[in-house]
């Protein structure tokens, strides 16, 4: 932990130098700077998986009036960030064309965008974040902006997404509110580097390809090339549509989104080498290099949420119809498909007879495979949830499901099995101290896969500017291709001090 000492020293002193937030204006204008400073650490609970460095992340945040039809905000992040294993990188921003941003320290954009108002009529330009549906966490009808998982989605969703660049209209009559979106060139997820911690194992292809044969398993080697963007014209451009309507106690709203899918997709090249060991007792040695380049397709979205009150509950609702959408193929069944008997005696003779007609000089050869890893199926995509609400207690619970109705069993996908994919979680939180300590308890469990996550964190705040948080992460489940079964190792605790200015 000595490493982790000047960041929770420079914490501590942030909130003794750096009190409240900063304002300054002019006669037309008004400004404010706000902002936080945290140190955190983890200690991995399993130590064969990667380690982790203490982190440091600076906050700050801008706001401007600019005039009584305008105003600004820009949110921007510092960050020493101790995931990041062995940073290549000489860049300091993280960037919006690039799905590896290995490099540390750096600098994001999180927002950055100026607000004009007319009345009726709303207009945002800038980096920003949509927030469309009801449910908590993961929202079938919110495709506008990507997500960073360099944490493996085990964070908030405020801190994994993404702010882009893009338009938006707020348009508010009697009959209906509308909002619109344009984004005019996608932005791509971001990932965590093969060697770190929160790398989907997902995406690590098997150590052996299973022949099936006297040969036994193909050894892999794996090489992982960053994003290709498609060019930046009109007809890339993605965009939405939200109509939204308040009746007799319902908020309502229905929504289409078109667009590229916001969750990872690969593309795979894998290059056979064949070397002839022996040429008398025909005695070859194969490998398999496999090249693993993200790809991005695009799909429509057909979504309506809801949400209204009984009582002393809430009751949230979305659901969205995906037509067009990209699944993973699971990779070691169409690795195995690919490398079947036959294409090994097709490309040993293939091998043969260039060997023989190179006069014995093509002793090793390469062929070139293109498996499609990417499986386009409609689907459906819904859930439920419920909140309750007693004096300084908060319970909320949610099933949310994925639906393939034209599932191939002999084509199976990632996360979801059969057709089916159910996630169940439950959520209470609880206030003391006149809300100075919050305590937290947060669980998941996939019904299909049997994989659970539960997640406690407890929270004292100090003073109104300085705040201690402790938890845990405890992940679980038997299939190592599950949403949550790939990351059953990552079992952590965690400590951040974090002070407001």
Request: glycine share 8%; charged share 25%.
């Amino acid at each position: 932990m000595k490493r982790a000492r000047p960041f929770l020293i420079a914490v501590v002193l942030g909130a003794v130098v750096l009190p409240g937030a900063h304002a300054f204006s002019t006669s037309d204008m008004a400004f404010s700077i706000s902002g936080s400073l945290e140190g955190s650490a983890i200690l991995r609970l399993d130590r064969d998986t990667p380690k982790e460095d203490p982190s440091t992340e600076l906050g700050i945040e801008l706001r401007g009036d600019l005039a009584s039809w305008c105003s600004l905000k820009v949110v921007a992040q510092g960050l020493n960030d101790g995931t990041v294993m062995d940073p290549t990188s000489g860049k300091l921003f993280k960037e919006f064309d690039t799905i590896y941003q290995d490099r540390n320290p750096s600098i994001n954009i999180d927002e950055a965008y100026v607000d004009f108002y007319g009345g009726s009529v709303d207009v945002r330009l800038g980096i920003q974040k949509f927030a469309w549906g009801r449910l908590d966490e993961i929202n079938p009808t919110d495709n506008l902006n990507t997500e960073d998982f360099s944490q493996g989605g085990t964070n908030d969703e405020s801190e994994r997404k993404i702010g882009v660049p893009s338009l938006k209209g707020n348009v508010y009559t009697d009959l209906v509110n509308v909002e619109l979106a344009w984004i005019p060139r996608y932005v791509p997820y971001r990932m965590p580097t093969p060697e770190e911690r929160w790398f989907p194992g997902v995406f690590k292809p098997p150590a052996l390809i299973d022949t099936g044969t006297a040969i036994g398993g193909i050894p892999t080697r794996t090489t992982y090339r960053d994003i290709d963007l498609p060019p930046f014209t009109l007809e890339n451009s993605q965009g939405g549509i939200r109509l939204m309507k308040y009746v007799k106690g319902w908020d309502l709203s229905i929504s289409y989104y078109t667009g590229y899918d916001i969750m990872p997709l690969s593309r795979a090249d894998v290059d056979l080498v064949v070397s002839l060991e022996s040429l008398l007792a025909l005695d070859y040695l194969l490998r398999a290099d496999i090249t693993l380049e993200p790809r991005i397709e695009r799909m429509h979205v057909y979504g309506m949420d809801f949400t209204t009150t009984v009582g002393s509950f809430t009751l949230r609702g979305e659901g969205a119809y995906f037509r067009g959408k990209y699944y993973n193929r699971k990779m070691d069944s169409l690795l195995a498909d690919e490398v079947s008997r036959q294409r090994q005696e097709e490309l040993f003779r293939g091998f043969l007879t260039e060997f023989l007609a190179s006069g014995g000089a093509a002793s090793q050869q390469t062929f070139r495979f293109e498996p499609d890893l990417g499986l386009q199926l409609d689907s459906f995509k819904y859930g439920l949830g419920i909140d309750y609400l007693h004096g300084d207690t908060t319970v909320s619970a949610q099933c949310i499901q994925e639906f393939i109705p034209d599932y191939d069993v002999d084509k199976p996908v990632y996360f979801n099995k059969k057709g089916l994919d159910t996630l169940l979680t439950f959520q209470v939180k609880q206030f003391f101290l006149q809300n100075t300590m919050e305590i937290d308890l947060s669980f998941a469990y996939n019904i299909e896969y049997r994989g659970i996550l539960v997640k406690p964190n407890f929270k004292y705040r100090f003073t109104d500017d300085l705040h201690l948080t402790l938890s845990a992460l405890i992940i679980d489940g038997p299939y190592p291709d599950s949403l949550l079964g790939q990351f059953k190792d990552n079992d952590q605790v965690a400590a951040s001090l974090k002070c407001y200015f």
